[in-house]
């Protein structure tokens, strides 16, 4: 098997893909006859390419994961070629490792706008073979015409099957586990629809700012950033219908059917549904932040938003009435994924009015630890009188699986290798995303909504808390 990296040189390559290949080979996961070529253009040659990569692995791996005598045993496995993405005749130095019959897998660490020149490339030179697979990355696209163009160079050339759209969020553990958790227990999927739940709040807050990307950025704010893809992506697990089987395409079935059934988001005065945000200077654990604004890369007018929270509808039986709200930004209180389920109160109080009842929560902790935790009424113990008081009951998955944690790009490495597809995004989702999103924008732009001002280290602007408070509720912002 080859594993063809273009874009070995990269942040990505060296942060997330080497380490991950590093980690399975170590556990012996890859066959010794795996080849993995970085592609680039910087004139270096393997040796130098062998020193990045044992000076990213250093970097990248804890200290009891990096082994001197594995990692000189991983990079004999390493080459690195030097090849113009734009030249058809710079790929013929590949043509003497991909060939038919061997497994080959091309990796694009890449800008986007590289992915119709290398595909066209591969495809000139005969490197792409029935059993071959391309691995791209998102943001697949700006907008729905562009992600529609993407899609269209890459289906010219491989198969839909043979395409891997990665959206890490999906290679996480955590994200998986909503899967076993739904459709795994009958006690929530019989009450997971508007009979019982009032809302669904998920939250994708960073407290990282740009690191480094700001002009890729400032041109695409979180919108397109993190709810295109991420948050959708949680959104369409959290409230899709049981699938038929685990089998990839009946899941990425139910996920498109959720796509579909968002209720586009009209902007208006009277029924505020979307709150867009910019951070400006502030704290985070007691260190300085800097405003947006004045980020490397950013233009100083800029009006891009670095958070975004909106109350979503899904139109169809089992959610009818239930608004999901999603929120997500940069330079935020805390970083954490979760998703917290508010369920209704119950149908009658049968305890003395003094009694505070409160609604049970289920939430959903994705990172940076995994967590279920079930807010259930119970009695507190008492020689007389009958109060209720509210407790947890709580699982943390690392007091199960402590050393068990794969992170997100080893297992979606894992997957291409099998040729497993379920945790990657099929075209029509990723074109019906866009749909969603080039609405919700172009419904920005018409209403000339622009981003409000919040510090560094908040959880984003007060109208953030607003828009959930129209629904009597609050977002769930207690450290627990
Ligand atoms: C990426 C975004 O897709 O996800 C980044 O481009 C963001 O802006 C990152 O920081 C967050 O991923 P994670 O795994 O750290 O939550």
Redesign the pocket.
């Known amino acids: 098997m080859n594993i063809f990296i273009f874009g070995g040189t990269g942040d990505l390559a060296g942060r997330k893909l080497l380490p991950a290949l590093y980690r399975h080979f170590k556990a012996n996961r890859l066959s010794t006859h795996t080849k993995i070529l970085s592609i680039g253009s910087r004139a270096i040659d393997t040796n130098e390419y062998r020193k990045f990569v044992k000076e990213n692995l250093q970097l990248y791996l804890n200290a009891k994961e990096f082994e001197e005598s594995i990692c000189n045993s991983f990079l004999e496995n390493i080459l690195f070629l030097q090849i113009d993405f734009n030249k058809p005749e710079s790929f013929q130095s590949m043509s003497s490792y991909a060939r038919d019959g061997k497994r080959n897998i091309y990796y694009l660490a890449v800008s986007p706008i590289f992915y119709k020149p290398i595909v066209d490339n591969l495809s000139i030179q005969k490197l792409i073979f029935a059993s071959s697979s391309i691995i791209v990355e998102?943001p697949i696209g700006k907008d729905h015409l562009t992600s529609v163009e993407i899609n269209q160079a890459l289906a010219e050339h491989f198969n839909e099957h043979q395409i891997f759209r990665i959206d890490?969020?999906l290679g996480?553990e955590a994200v998986q586990n909503l899967l076993a958790l739904r459709f795994g227990n009958i006690i929530f999927e019989k009450i997971w629809s508007n009979i019982a739940i009032d809302h669904v709040q998920i939250t994708?807050s960073?407290t990282?700012g740009l690191e480094n990307?700001g002009s890729y950025?400032d041109e695409t704010g979180a919108i397109k950033?993190?709810l295109q893809?991420?948050l959708l992506q949680i959104l369409c697990l959290v409230a899709m219908e049981p699938p038929t089987d685990i089998n990839s395409e009946s899941i990425r079935d139910e996920k498109l059917k959720v796509l579909r059934s968002l209720r586009p988001i009209e902007i208006n005065k009277n029924n505020q549904q979307l709150v867009i945000g910019q951070y400006k200077d502030g704290a985070i654990n007691a260190q300085p932040k800097t405003a947006y604004i004045n980020e490397d890369g950013v233009n100083p007018e800029s009006l891009t938003e670095t958070f975004v929270a909106l109350k979503l509808w899904i139109d169809n039986w089992r959610w009818s009435g239930v608004p999901f709200f999603l929120r997500t930004g940069k330079r935020m209180a805390e970083k954490k994924?979760e998703i917290v389920v508010q369920f209704k109160s119950v149908p009658h109080n049968i305890f003395d009015s003094k009694i505070m009842q409160k609604d049970n929560q289920l939430i959903i902790r994705l990172?940076p630890e995994e967590s279920i935790k079930l807010k259930i009424m119970i009695k507190k113990p008492s020689a007389s009188g009958f109060y209720l008081q509210e407790l947890p009951l709580d699982l943390l998955f690392e007091d199960y699986y402590e050393n068990d944690h794969l992170d997100?790009y080893e297992r979606l490495l894992m997957d291409i290798i099998e040729n497993k597809p379920s945790l990657f995004m099929r075209r029509d989702e990723v074109e019906e995303a866009w749909i969603f999103i080039d609405q919700l924008i172009e419904s920005i732009n018409s209403s000339e909504t622009s981003p409000s001002k919040y510090n560094a280290g908040s959880w984003g602007p007060s109208g953030s808390d607003l828009l959930i408070a129209s629904h009597d509720a609050k977002w769930n912002n207690e450290e627990d």
């Open positions: 998102k890490h969020y996480k994708v960073e990282l990307r950025y950033d993190m893809n991420h994924s990172q997100a």
